[in-house]
């Protein structure tokens, strides 16, 4: 790849700009060489300033050029390498299609103390582009190539391709996610705080006194210091400082973070208190709580996400959490098309890879306003009661005794029961096949019962003291879990599992885990016999009362499958 010398300069120039949306107008700047055939433009009208090729952005913070749609406050906030990508938070919450988005790599190649400090510079296509919060939105890059640590964002406006080129005066440090305060809720008089790094014990709770909470910088300057009153594996409890306890509204937008006490260093922070209203408007809490929702964490699991949440609204779920860990296919169209039928439900963006237990505890504490009971269960998990009636799950819930505090329902696993294709009336309908026994539970849990530490290990949470599980007769209910589905399905799911306690199934470690396919070995190719695999009975209750009850008497169709288009 070749690489052009850029120029940075502090003092905008008005004519300058114009030039560059003028060059960019003509052409589209998804690959380098046109970037560099506008470089050379660019610097054949201006060699008063330069002796070589070179351009000069304006400056961060110079307001854009009136022509573009664009807000003048979008900048990059925070830059986080992942394995795969780089996160960016940008300073927006107004999420921009990807295609207006470029991603910039540069690199300084000389003396920065120089008037005019020269850059390499590359531009890629921005992977993806999502909401985030109330302050940001997030940008996803591909990693940059060894030289290039640094990555901005340069865009355009639709009609005029505007192309208003922007570095930072002074790059901002780029995170590792290996170490990173990446998210804090408040929670009556704490605030929770989100932590990668802290190399806490895993599955256990963990002694909160060797921890310390951080919270700013207030005035621009200043942290608060407090006591970590739980922590827990990712997750840590803080005392707030008494300044935004007297006045929850000021702590909109303060950074937090978390220290060992015996090394002093922070974590360093893209967490920000106030991200979500749900959590500014704490003070008016809602008198009627809903009786029970259900949070999920979802990658690229559109297709059935319809069925699950319209045959559960009729077993009684009132509201829906769906954390998303970065899908890319149709999640999003699919969630605003039950919307408009009238299902309450909620995308939550949840790009934290491998943060599944942090998600959890993240969506009680959103729900624990609103819903008394919350359900953790997977968009491929089917409530099934053997006596079938609507609101049975919330019934059930409902009248509970108040020791109660999580309730844990066996799974079966379905096969992928004869099938070769994806069932297009629905996974409930298609996969009737079975493994005989019960594996695993999923749990329903009343959010405000729970450990402080907020404790969870594959789906079951630490209950405070005093309250207890209950487990749900088998012969009252269980989840049929559509497990195995057909390969390409499965193959998916593995290769990019949205559980966390299981390393890439093509690895060869973990092999006797039960989250693998028993017998599958480590390969990504189909078994010949993959189709009749875990088949042990065959189980059409579900089908079979779908299909009678749910059916329109007419076409046959299921409620999932009337399209709404
Ligand atoms: C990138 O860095 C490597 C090692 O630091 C160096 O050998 C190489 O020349 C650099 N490539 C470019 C294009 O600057
Ligand atoms: C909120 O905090 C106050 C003060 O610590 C406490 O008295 C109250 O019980 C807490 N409320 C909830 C719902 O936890
Ligand atoms: C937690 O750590 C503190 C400080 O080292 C120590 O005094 C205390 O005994 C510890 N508590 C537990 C339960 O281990
Ligand atoms: C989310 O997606 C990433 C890949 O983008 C994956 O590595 C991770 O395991 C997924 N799940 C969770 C819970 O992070
Ligand atoms: C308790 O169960 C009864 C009978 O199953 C049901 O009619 C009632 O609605 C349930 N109560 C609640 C609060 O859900």
């Known amino acids: 790849m070749s690489i052009t010398h850029i120029v940075m300069d502090s003092s905008p120039d008005q ?81 921009f299609p990807p295609h207006k988005l470029h991603c910039l790599y540069y690199i300084l190649i000389n003396n920065p103390a120089l008037s005019n400090p020269v850059y390499d510079v590359l531009v890629r296509p921005v992977l993806s582009t999502d909401r985030y919060d109330e302050f940001r939105s997030i940008a996803r890059c591909p990693l940059p190539s060894r030289n290039f640590s640094a990555v901005e964002l340069s865009w355009r406006d639709g ?51 060797l921890l310390r909470c951080h919270f700013g910088p207030q005035n621009g300057a200043f942290w608060f210091t407090t006591k970590a009153v739980a922590a827990a594996q990712e997750v840590v409890r803080c005392e707030l400082p008494q300044s935004i306890q007297n006045n929850p509204h000021k ?114 504490l959103r729900a624990k306003e609103e819903c008394k009971w919350v359900g953790f269960f997977d968009v491929d998990e089917f409530f099934y009661f053997n006596e079938m009636r609507r609101n049975a799950l919330i019934s059930i819930v409902g009248n509970l005794s108040n020791s109660i505090a999580e309730i844990r329902t066996g799974c079966l696993n379905f096969g992928p029961s004869g099938l070769r294709t994806h069932p297009r009336n629905g996974v409930s309908v298609g996969y009737t096949c079975r493994l005989r026994t019960p594996e695993r539970h999923k749990s329903i849990i009343r959010p405000d019962l729970l450990h402080v530490s907020l404790l969870n290990v594959v789906h079951h949470f630490e209950l405070k003291e005093g309250f207890r599980s209950l487990n749900m007769p088998q012969s009252v209910a269980v989840i049929n879990h559509y497990k195995y589905q057909i390969w390409e399905i499965f193959k998916a799911k593995f290769f990019r599992r949205v559980a966390t306690y299981v390393v890439d199934w093509k690895e060869d470690a973990n092999i006797g885990s039960k989250d693998r396919a028993p017998g599958l070995g480590t390969e990504a190719i189909e078994p010949r016999d993959w189709r009749l695999r875990f088949c042990e009975v065959w189980d059409t209750r579900l089908r079979d009362f779908l299909l009678s009850s749910f059916a329109d008497r007419e076409t046959g169709l299921l409620p999932w499958e009337r399209s709404s288009e």
């Not at 949440?309 to 009729?314: C, E, G, L, N, T």
């Not at 509201?319 to 969630?335: A, C």
Request: with cysteine; charged share 20%.
């Open 15 to 95: 004519t300058r700009k114009r030039n560059q949306n003028q060059t960019l107008a003509q052409k589209s700047l998804f690959l380098y060489f046109s970037f560099l055939f506008f470089l050379l433009f660019f610097s054949s009208s201006h060699h008063s300033f330069y002796s070589h090729t070179s351009l000069q952005p304006s400056a961060f913070a110079t307001p854009y050029s009136t022509t573009t749609k664009l807000p003048v406050s979008l900048y990059v906030h925070d830059r986080i390498l992942f394995p795969d990508h780089v996160l960016l938070t940008l300073s927006n919450p107004q999420v």
């Open 159 to 209: 009609d005029n391709d505007n192309q208003p080129f922007r570095f930072p005066v002074k790059p901002t440090a780029q995170h590792s996610f290996d170490m990173l305060a990446y998210e804090v809720a408040l929670d009556n008089d704490t605030a929770v705080i989100f932590v990668k790094g802290l190399n806490l014990r895993p599955h256990k709770i963990s002694n909160a006194s």
């Open 251 to 364: 702590a909109r937008g303060i950074s937090a973070t978390v220290s060992h006490v015996r090394d002093e260093a922070m974590i360093p922070s893209v967490a920000k208190i106030g991200g979500y209203r749900e959590e500014i408007n704490r003070g008016n809490k809602k008198k009627n709580k809903l009786e029970l929702c259900a949070c999920t964490m979802v990658w690229n699991q559109a297709r059935a996400m319809k069925e699950w949440v319209m045959y559960h609204a009729w077993l009684g779920v009132e509201k829906w959490f769906i954390y998303d860990n970065n899908s890319d296919d149709e999640i999003d169209h699919v969630v605003r098309e039950l919307e408009v039928k009238g299902y309450n439900i909620n995308r939550v963006a949840w790009p934290w890879i491998k943060s599944q237990e942090a998600g959890f505890s993240h969506c009680s």
